[in-house]
């Protein structure tokens, strides 16, 4: 027979444990939890929106960058324009010599065709009246070849026998105007050196040497030159003229 153990209502009050605690606890466990999650998720979308905060670009940043993009194109644009211009400066330097050359050329071809040209020619000596009169006459022609007349300033020439001698006398080129392709004679007239010097003149062993100067103006493009010559004249056994100098240079 078994016998049912009864409990007094005490005892089972005792025992009785209710559960509301438990389930509150646990409620605020999972409230804990909860808060926990959301803080943490709060936390994580706070960190990424400070983040993007920080890498968002504001005006202030859009307005620099443009700035230094402006800036660049703004050097580009100045070593561009240098490089052009230094391009230009060489090409008008090189234009600039080459106009010069041409102009140069131009001018030094301007002056060859409308110079004066001054010369000494036709000279010859009188040999019958030297021989048989010992007198000495010496003519001879300055012409202008030239297309420009030409303004005679100063000249002169000297006349002697076998070579140059400075005791020799002088014969001057008085200041003229020759005008183009045209000339003016002139003479020189002396006795007779000594006997010793006309016999070696007569009869051929000794020459007259003329020479000289003359100065003189291209008139029309006023360059001044300066005309040497000097010429051997052989009286036998045939009468003969040598040109030794026949020089002109500009002054």
Known sequence: MI???KLSSKQKEKNFKPLTTSTTTHSKNISNVEVKEHNNSESVESAIFDNKKRNRLTTQDYIGIAGV???VILILLTLG?????KKSVKIAAEALSDARKKDSSEQMQYQIENKAYVQITNLTLDKANYTLNRKLVITFDIIN???SPAKIKDGHFNVAVGKKDSSAPVGRVENNIISSISSIRRNFRADAADNAEYRATVI??????VWGEIRYESMVTKNEFL???EFVIKVSPEL????LVN?????
Request: charged content about 30%; glycine content about 10%; overall charge positive.
């Open 3 to 5: 016998k049912k153990n």
């Open 145 to 147: 070849l030239g297309k």
């Open 204 to 209: 051929g062993e000794k020459g007259f040497v």
């Open 247 to 251: 020089d002109e240079k500009q002054l």
């Open 81 to 85: 324009a240098i490089i052009q211009t």
């Open 240 to 243: 003969d003229v040598q040109t």
């Open 227 to 229: 005309y040497s010559f």
């Open 69 to 71: 993009f402006v800036n």
